[in-house]
């Protein structure tokens, strides 16, 4: 005689551990959405901050003043206004920058990509990513104390707070960010697409070159401009090494004034809160953000068109 035990469907001994589940898929989604919803609210709690605060600037200051003032003192008595002043001291430094760092953060990029070994580049990718760690303040007096004297003894009139050594130091700061990014879009290249172009019989700088480049442009364009963005606003190194003094014009070898320079300065303390004088730096933080945001659009836009074009 066969004692016969009832069966229990397969299904119902999962059905606890997947409502478990799912319950503690619900419960991390949750947590994730109020963590991107903080992000949200505060940034558009930064974006009405400015907004609002500038339109009370723009209440006491023409626009066209804004845009066509070939002097900034918001400071002096005969207040004068031109914030291409400062955009065009800010646009100085941050091209110095890049053309220091591009070439030395892709040139670095595709020499681990490439060419390190596996052991070389687990050496060689913390070490180049320790610079980003360094604080800026420390730049900034490296910039002043070290990198100004020495450019001075093969630069004539070079001064002592300049645009030039600002510059070049602000690209040491972001070379990092160039050469990891970088580096991280050229080693996604798939492998396939080296082994074809090897197999034409491509050397390796053609396959490089023609190859692999392109397919990462994608992702080098997008580390240029964040690259970009983070020189726009640094401040304590312009602050420390290009000087304080707003002057329209493109030469290096002078002090100059950037947008978050002139920001430090009011900042201070010394300048009463609510006055003009105050409200200036809303107006040029708002400057600050519009270009940062029409960096960034344009970096989404050429992101998404190149790589629809090579899928």
């Known amino acids: 005689?066969?004692?016969?035990?009832?069966?229990?469907?397969?299904?119902?001994?999962?059905?606890?551990?997947?409502?478990?589940?799912?319950?503690?898929?619900?419960?991390?989604?949750?947590?994730?959405?109020?963590?991107?919803?903080?992000?949200?609210?505060?940034?558009?709690?930064?974006?009405?901050?400015?907004?609002?605060?500038?339109?009370?600037?723009?209440?006491?200051?023409?626009?066209?003043?804004?845009?066509?003032?070939?002097?900034?003192?918001?400071?002096?008595?005969?207040?004068?206004?031109?914030?291409?002043?400062?955009?065009?001291?800010?646009?100085?430094?941050?091209?110095?920058?890049?053309?220091?760092?591009?070439?030395?953060?892709?040139?670095?990029?595709?020499?681990?990509?490439?060419?390190?070994?596996?052991?070389?580049?687990?050496?060689?990718?913390?070490?180049?990513?320790?610079?980003?760690?360094?604080?800026?303040?420390?730049?900034?007096?490296?910039?002043?104390?070290?990198?100004?004297?020495?450019?001075?003894?093969?630069?004539?009139?070079?001064?002592?707070?300049?645009?030039?050594?600002?510059?070049?130091?602000?690209?040491?700061?972001?070379?990092?960010?160039?050469?990891?990014?970088s580096e991280d879009a050229i080693y996604s290249v798939p492998r396939s697409l080296r082994d074809g172009a090897y197999a034409l019989g491509a050397t390796k700088r053609e396959t490089i070159t023609s190859v692999v480049l392109p397919a990462a442009l994608s992702g080098i364009v997008s580390s240029l401009i964040l690259a970009i963005s983070r020189a726009i606003g640094e401040t304590m190194i312009v602050t420390l090494a290009a000087g304080q003094n707003p002057r329209l014009g493109l030469n290096p070898l002078v002090p100059v004034m950037t947008m978050t320079a002139f920001i430090v300065q009011v900042s201070l303390g010394d300048t009463p809160a609510g006055s003009l004088a105050y409200k200036t730096i809303y107006a040029v933080g708002m400057t600050l953000f519009t270009i940062t945001l029409a960096l960034n659009v344009f970096s989404f836009w050429f992101v998404r068109r190149f790589r629809e074009k090579y899928e």
């Open 1 to 181: 005689m066969t004692t016969e035990f009832p069966s229990t469907p397969t299904s119902d001994l999962w059905k606890p551990n997947r409502q478990r589940s799912q319950r503690v898929e619900l419960i991390v989604k949750l947590i994730f959405g109020a963590f991107a919803f903080v992000s949200i609210v505060t940034t558009l709690g930064i974006i009405e901050t400015l907004i609002f605060e500038t339109f009370k600037f723009f209440q006491e200051v023409s626009l066209w003043q804004f845009l066509t003032d070939d002097k900034w003192t918001p400071l002096f008595k005969s207040a004068k206004f031109g914030i291409f002043v400062l955009i065009s001291a800010t646009v100085m430094t941050s091209t110095i920058a890049i053309l220091v760092a591009l070439p030395l953060g892709l040139l670095s990029a595709i020499c681990l990509s490439e060419y390190a070994t596996p052991k070389v580049r687990g050496i060689l990718k913390p070490a180049l990513e320790i610079l980003a760690g360094v604080p800026t303040v420390v730049y900034g007096y490296f910039a002043l104390l070290f990198v100004t004297p020495l450019l001075q003894k093969f630069v004539p009139g070079l001064q002592g707070f300049n645009a030039l050594s600002a510059g070049m130091v602000l690209g040491i700061m972001i070379t990092p960010l160039v050469a990891s990014l």
